[in-house]
């Protein structure tokens, strides 16, 4: 098992309208088999921070899905439209849940 951490900078005042669309986002990630997903932001360093966990059986299957292996879900691509528009950067962190 695998626990990826997504941590995204955005611009101020927008982290409230990132976390809405990864929430309505989360169903259908659900549906290409993530789990245990958390959507948390920062309150106390760095400001407008927000990071997205979620938990992973398959690496390489994660790896094709962001390589984009398989078709979009086209109302995934309607919730997250924009979503660059909010955000000034970020990381991605992968661990091995031991």
Do not use: C, H
């Amino acid at each position: 098992m695998y626990l990826i951490r997504d941590v995204f900078n955005t611009k101020p005042g927008k982290a409230k309208e990132l976390v809405k669309k990864f929430k309505q986002a989360v169903p259908l990630w659900e549906k290409d088999g993530m789990k245990n997903f958390k959507i948390m932001t920062n309150i106390a360093a760095t400001y407008w921070t927000v990071v997205f966990e979620s938990e992973i059986e398959d690496l390489g299957e994660f790896a094709k899905e962001v390589r984009g292996g398989s078709q979009p879900d086209p109302e995934l691509i309607k919730i997250m439209e924009g979503y660059m528009d909010l955000v000034t950067g970020g990381r991605r962190e992968i661990f091995l849940i031991e």
